[in-house]
């Protein structure tokens, strides 16, 4: 992303909130300054080659829809399950487009696991070592959740839950042109769960609209 595309997205950002409003735009964004995320900054071990090894951005999707269905967006409940399942993200964009810092660039997340990746053996081995990690706070299509988060509450989640909003992919779009410009990533380099771990992960899934990314 060119020094000139960011300057571009952060002018535009500076007119919509000075204004109010952008056509074909919500009228109610978040703020969009990255916060440190509640409970404070995850320390994780620091990458080898520090900044210089990142290479990749992987977009996820994350919910409490297992266990609060009805209610599956709770920030309060990211932290939790994190350290349920073990792992955690550099940056999360809830449902009005704010982001949050879980773990700082320069130190490993453990969101990417096993999986592959443009025949790049480093990132086979170790790609929480030279990527990004970004949670979309979303939920998949019906087909995509049923056995993720089980029929029961799979049933309960509302329309409105699934997919992403257009508060995220703005603020996505921020935080991409930001970190592609600032460590040097080809746009090529920017990628999902689903496309890193096929089968095993379907995340950001069926409904997340590349079209709206400005790569």
Not at 42 to 49: N, S, T
Not at 92 to 108: A, E, K, M, W
Not at 194 to 201: E, L, M, S, T, V
Request: net charge negative; hydrophobic share 40%.
């Amino acid at each position: 992303m060119s020094s000139a595309r960011l300057l571009f997205l952060g002018l535009l950002l500076v007119a919509f909130l000075t204004t109010g409003c952008l056509p074909g735009r919500p009228q109610h964004l978040a703020e969009l300054e990255i916060k440190e995320a509640p409970g404070g900054l995850i320390i994780r071990p620091p990458r080898p080659g520090g900044a210089k090894d990142i290479r990749y951005i992987m977009l996820h999707a994350i919910s409490d829809g297992a266990v609060n269905p009805r209610d599956p967006f709770q920030l309060q409940r990211i932290r939790a399950l994190f350290q349920d399942y073990q792992v955690e993200a550099h940056y999360l964009i809830d449902r009005q487009g704010q982001i949050f810092r879980f773990v700082p660039d320069t130190r490993t997340a453990r969101h990417a696991g096993t999986g592959s990746w443009a025949q790049d053996p480093a990132a086979a081995a170790n790609m929480n070592r030279y990527a990004i990690g970004i949670e979309l706070m979303g939920i998949g299509s019906a087909a995509e959740m049923e056995e993720v988060i089980g029929p029961k509450a799979n049933a309960l989640i509302k329309a409105e839950h699934r997919g992403y909003t257009e508060e995220q992919y703005l603020a996505l779009n921020l935080l991409l042109a930001h970190l592609l410009d600032r460590y040097s990533i080809p746009p090529g380099n920017v990628l999902t769960h689903a496309q890193y771990a096929p089968g095993r992960k379907w995340d950001p899934g069926e409904l997340f609209d590349w079209d709206q990314l400005e790569l």
